[in-house]
Nanobody, 129 residues
């Protein structure tokens, strides 16, 4: 059974940093596609970025240069390093996984939420001005 558990969310002032983690069990983070998404109240879930099995990453324009996705295959864990946070980054952040979702990531395409079959429960990030 696949389980994804996010952690690391919290409250931070604008300009600060947070690192989110997503621990995967029953799933090989090294061999498949994983992504980060976020959803603010009243908004649709949107892609933050993704990482494929080769380590290629893609990012939404709104987070490029500020956020970094990485994974530790030995720990089967996905990370999202968020720097220079802005109030508009406030949202629930979710990690997701799926074997076939990362088509195009290597050229910068951010997969849609509908491409992922496995989801974590989310972790809240709140950025105050």
């Amino acid at each position: 059974q696949v389980q994804l558990v996010e952690s690391g969310g919290g409250s931070v002032q604008a300009g600060g940093s947070l690192r989110l983690s997503c621990a995967a069990s029953g799933y090989a983070a090294s061999s498949d596609c994983m992504g980060w998404f976020r959803q603010a109240p009243g908004n649709e879930r949107e892609g933050v970025g993704a990482i494929d099995s080769d380590g290629n990453t893609s990012y939404a324009d709104s987070v490029k240069g500020r956020f970094t996705i990485s994974k530790d295959n030995a720990k089967n864990t996905l990370y999202l390093q968020m720097n220079s946070l802005k109030p508009e980054d406030t949202a629930m952040y979710y990690c997701a996984a799926d074997g076939d979702a990362c088509i195009g990531v290597w050229v910068g395409f951010v997969p849609s939420p509908s491409a992922f079959g496995y989801w974590g429960q989310g972790t809240q990030v709140t950025v105050s001005s």
